[in-house]
């Protein structure tokens, strides 16, 4: 270890986890040895990894040494927009760890599981409740996953009719994640722009809509954080052609209570608990992608089910049309626990509060920035508007300078550069969580940074100078990779 | 509601900022045919001290240990985890944290998983590794399509003695592919038999679990010269990724991936999730990777920093083209993982390794001593198979009202298995939980 630990106050250094420690140090307490030894035979064994050896107190010091270099939402805002970084309420976390959630076995006797049983079917039935759908599954990983499970039960579907159907409609203000979901179970995404208030038109849809489609992936509210008003008749539409409507259900969040995906046309789609349902994100997962779906597509669920007779709770694996199973187990019990709390604690009228609140916060946020960013569509967004740089390319600022700028005034940036149809975009999205001082501070900051792009653009360019470290390079980062050390 | 800051003054004043009347105006987008005007049929909200009491007596309603004596694996295993793990693990700065898109602001998080990234490449003797994948049968999955990507064959070659739940899983991601999965079958001592793949041509992968299903070792050496022979990838799964400080690492033996369950290290079971999928492999496949990674780099002044990297694999950039849609990992679990490793050891891990094998080794020769036939006889690491009288079912029924869960009943995997039961040992059972099993099993 060469650099000193103490860098500047509270400033600390670390060094990598293996340049610490001594051979010889442990920070765990073996079990008693109470049986013999038993010999495994010559040519299975090694002399064991080379993990490093460390002392409690090393481990401790480490990672929370660490963790001061991070920024969580308990540490401030978080605004990074189609994330949903809101606020995680700690009695989740006490929920999950009681000891016979967190220490059950995946396969023991429905008899012996019966309490987690009975919160994943309620969760379920909260879940179809909240979209106005049918039936629902838990076990998608993540949305992705829950993305890919959409996409498989709508192939099944068609295989079950004996059809195959090769393209999908993936408009250009969808996620991320659409096409390469669509890609795995074989369609052809077919790509689809919105029109000039950011939303799909009908016309749009009608061209390219045809009987070897298999439907449409749709994010509503999108990514420019607009309702897709013309989702009903794109609905019409697209089963009029026997088509399926897979909703992306990433920004949920805008629209509890409010709308019912069910009741608009929509046949499956997933949600994020990570995101709605104020589970934590943990730095990039675990996440829970639960798939909503209407009765047409109930046969095709992943297995097992949980099911309910009479107060009994059980597993049922009796769906010979099921896609098969999306995860070993039952998928991301810890993280249903949380969203299920969420919900017990905030009841019907709370959840669609938390929706107008997220929606009121991110309007204002558009309202008063306006003037200061350039907006994209000047129109009511839902729960994240979407600015760009282009009041600030004079002065030879890009959205990344002022993004990192923000650092510097304590707040986490926006999603930026995404979504990829506005030009040098800045995505907000500040949930509910948020109080209006905290937002006002925000907009104060984003104010006075945009005052120093035309002032003193250098203070943009040099940001961020108050993190652990300076900008970083990821050119040389992706050209000579370096994984491990 | 506490989760909901704003005062009702608040609001009025943003409503005016915004220049509506009220809440529900901010919703003019929303098309009249789209509004849901009833309430959601949903229950009340709860006290935070009602949710305790309901969320408890959920949790009284399940059979755990220490009061279930749980010999039971299978791929999730009971072991010990320091309180220092779950302590650093619950820092509200890992927990409340996003993907880390904004390098400068989450090194903490970037450096942690940079580290578990190396500590799991160097457990499972293979060079790099990725941030995580959502679980065992995931990265499978993922693992035998990433080598269909690399060798451009559609073919795979899976052991029959691979967890028969991530096969499954493998069988679903595979469906409308097109490409095809053939089972190998397994020999009278517990281990796959190789013999098909003799008369195989382009497969991409054979995939191979050790220690298998069956808790037996596999010669992973014989599968990778076999795989090589015909220019396929080597797979090694695993279920149980402490074995490895015991064992040989897949890498030493020729793994080109080695992928698996990381559960076991400081991960609690929580009925199967969220779990830890790891994955590594050799550098010259760095680029056909599935999912996220982490690099180390250097800021302006030179400092050592790190980035998430080669992300053009990704679906951000390359949307269809992308290699997988993987969005997010389990980075949270990953983080725990690295820091059980980092709790344990290198010397520890082995003697914890060690000490697994030994308490199941002490079992089967009770059980063995007591009349009852251990199906396999090649080596085990901490489960085994063990084969009760006929009728033992009602025997089980009757254990499981003493607390005791007698392991895991195979015929529903292996109808060819009736009475054959998988047994698992950890270090949290004593020789007392085990002479009690024994008398009970055979009274």
């Known amino acids: 270890m060469k650099e000193s630990l103490g860098a500047n106050g509270l400033i600390l250094n670390e060094p990598l986890l293996w340049e610490k420690g001594k051979k010889g140090r442990s920070g765990f307490s073996l079990p008693r040895r109470d049986v013999e030894s038993s010999p ?109 499970t959409g996409m498989l039960l709508m192939y099944a579907f068609y295989k079950s009719r004996g059809e195959r159907r090769s393209k999908i409609i993936v408009p250009d203000t969808a996620h991320g994640t659409n096409p390469a979901s669509a890609a795995l179970c074989g369609y052809s995404p077919v790509p689809v722009k919105s029109n000039d208030q950011g939303i799909l038109s009908v016309e749009a849809i009608a061209e390219v809509m045809d009987e070897n489609t298999a439907g449409i992936m749709v994010t509503n509210p999108n990514t420019l954080g607009l309702y897709e008003e013309n989702i009903h008749k794109i609905a019409e539409i697209v089963h009029a052609k026997g088509g399926i409507v897979y909703c992306d259900g990433a920004n949920m969040n805008a629209v509890m209570g409010v709308t019912r995906m069910g009741e608009i046309g929509v046949d499956v789609m997933h949600l994020n608990l990570h995101k709605t349902f104020s589970t934590p994100h943990g730095g990039g997962g675990p996440g829970s992608g639960p798939v909503c779906v209407k009765k047409g597509l109930e046969p095709f669920l992943p297995v097992p089910r949980v099911m309910e007779e009479n107060g009994i709770y059980g597993l049922s694996e009796d769906f010979p049309e099921s896609v098969g199973k999306m995860q070993a187990f039952h998928g991301n019990v810890g993280v249903m626990i949380k969203a299920y709390s969420y919900i017990r604690s905030m009841g019907p009228k709370n959840l669609k509060k938390a929706s107008q609140l997220a929606v009121l916060n991110a309007n204002y946020i558009k309202e008063r920035l306006k003037g200061t960013l350039h907006l994209a569509y000047d129109r009511p967004c839902m729960h994240e508007c979407v600015f760009s740089d282009k009041n600030q390319t004079a002065h030879k600022i890009a959205t990344i300078d002022m993004a990192k700028r923000l650092m510097d005034y304590g707040f986490h940036p926006p999603t930026v550069y995404f979504p990829l149809v506005v030009h040098g975009s800045i995505m907000i999205e500040p949930t509910e969580t948020e109080s209006k001082e905290d937002i006002d501070q925000f907009i104060e900051a984003f104010k006075t940074i945009a005052n120093e792009a035309g002032r003193n653009p250098e203070l943009l360019h040099d940001a961020p100078k108050r993190c652990k470290v300076r900008r970083l390079d990821e050119t040389t980062a992706a050209r000579k990779p370096c994984l491990a050390g | 509601m506490r989760y909901l800051p704003h005062t009702s003054e608040e609001i009025a004043s943003m409503l005016e900022a915004v220049g509506v009347d009220d809440l529900d105006s901010l919703f003019s987008t929303v098309p009249e045919e789209c509004r849901f005007s009833a309430d959601l049929d949903l229950p009340e909200p709860l006290t935070e001290w009602d949710l305790n009491a309901h969320m408890q007596a959920l949790a009284n309603n399940m059979a755990v240990s220490p009061e279930y004596k749980v010999f039971m694996g299978a791929g999730s295993y009971e072991h010990f985890v320091p309180a220092s793990v779950f302590y650093l693990l619950g820092r509200s700065e890992f927990v409340t944290s996003y993907t880390p898109y904004q390098p400068e602001m989450s090194q903490g998080t970037l450096q942690a998983i940079y580290e578990y990234q190396t500590l799991t490449a160097r457990l499972l003797g293979m060079e790099i ?248 006889d090649d080596p085990t690491f901490n489960e085994f198979v063990v084969e009760f009288p006929a009728g033992f079912q009602a025997a089980y029924e009757r254990l499981l009202e003493k607390k005791i869960v007698a392991g895991l009943h195979l015929a529903p995997y292996y109808p060819e298995l009736a009475n054959h039961y998988l047994l698992c040992v950890t270090e949290t059972r004593s020789k007392e939980d085990m002479d009690s099993l024994v008398r009970e099993v055979t009274s």
Not at chain 1, 47 to 57: H, T, V
Not at chain 1, 105 to 120: I, R
């Open chain 1, 40 to 148: 495994l035979g010559q040519g299975l064994t090694c002399e064991g990894p080379e993990l490093p050896d460390l002392s409690e107190i090393d481990v401790v010091r480490h990672y929370t040494r660490l963790s001061q270099w991070n920024f969580g939402v308990d540490t401030g805002m978080y605004p990074l927009g189609s994330c949903t970084m809101k606020y995680s309420p700690k009695t989740n976390e006490k929920q999950a760890s009681l000891p016979g959630f967190a220490g059950a076995h995946p396969l023991l006797p429905a008899a012996l599981s019966q309490g987690v049983l009975q919160m994943m079917f309620e969760l379920q039935q909260y879940l179809a409740e909240i979209t106005g759908m049918d039936a629902a599954t838990l076990q998608p990983a993540a949305g992705a996953h829950g993305e890919l």
């Open chain 2, 129 to 376: 590794a990725t941030a995580s994948h959502y679980d065992g049968a995931t990265a499978l999955a993922e693992s035998l399509l990433m080598a269909i990507r690399v060798t451009k064959r559609k073919r795979v070659a899976v052991s029959r003695l691979i967890h028969p739940l991530y096969r499954r899983v493998v069988h679903t991601y595979f469906e409308p592919t097109g490409y095809e999965v053939v089972e190998l079958g397994y020999l009278e001592n517990g281990v796959t038999d190789l013999t098909d793949l003799d008369n195989m041509e382009d497969f991409a992968a054979v995939a191979v679990q050790s220690p298998n299903f069956f808790g037996c070792i596999e010669n992973f050496q014989a599968v990778g010269e076999k795989a090589h022979d015909r220019q396929a990838l080597f797979i090694a799964s695993f279920t149980e990724a402490l074995s490895y400080g015991l064992l040989k690492s897949p890498g030493s033996q020729g793994a080109d991936i080695a992928c698996g369950e990381g559960q076991s290290m400081g991960i609690p079971q929580t009925f199967g999730g969220p779990a830890l999928g790891m994955l590594a492999s050799r550098k010259k496949y760095m680029r056909s990777l599935p999912g996220r990674l982490v690099g180390q780099t250097k800021d302006l002044d030179g400092k050592r920093g790190f980035v998430l990297t080669l992300a053009t694999r990704e679906q951000h950039i390359r949307r269809e083209k992308a290699t997988s849609n993987i969005c997010t990992n389990n980075s949270l679990c990953a983080l725990a993982a690295a820091m059980y490793m980092a709790s344990v050891g290198g010397t520890g891990i082995r003697e914890l390794a060690r000490l697994n094998h030994d308490k199941a080794e002490y079992l089967k020769r009770e059980l063995k001593n007591a009349g009852l036939a251990i199906t396999f």
